[in-house]
């Protein structure tokens, strides 16, 4: 399965912005399937964002970005969303996607002034 992450750039402290990603493959049902974000900044772990559980529908956040984060799904295009809002200088870095046990190519995201 290839997972290709749309949506990243630059913007300044207190911005927004949408990522999205999108699952190619068939043969499965895309609404069951658990999905992520992840992201990894400079120097820095890859962390868990956001995750949501597929078909019993629920979504986890992580702490630094529960209430500012919002993650989304449109099953019928097998693609999951993370709004992101207030963002601030600590949320740069490479966001990643992540299902069907394969990791997206990251999206960066930079919050400056």
């Known amino acids: 399965v290839q997972l290709v992450e749309s949506g990243g750039g630059l913007v300044q402290p207190g911005g927004s912005l949408r990522l999205a990603c999108t699952a190619s493959?068939?043969?499965?049902?895309?609404?069951?399937?658990?999905m992520s974000w992840f992201r990894q900044a400079p120097g820095k772990e890859r962390e868990v964002v956001a995750v949501?559980?597929?078909?019993?529908?629920?979504?986890e956040y992580s702490s630094p970005v529960n209430g500012r984060f919002t993650m989304s799904r449109d099953n019928a295009k097998n693609t999951v969303y993370l709004q992101m809002n207030s963002l601030k200088p600590e949320d740069t870095a490479v966001y990643y996607c992540?299902?069907?046990?394969?990791w997206g190519q990251g999206t960066q995201v930079t919050v400056s002034s």
């Open positions: 949501s559980t597929g078909s019993v529908g629920i979504t």
């Open positions: 992540r299902g069907f046990n394969s």
């Open positions: 493959a068939s043969g499965f049902t895309f609404s069951k399937v658990a």
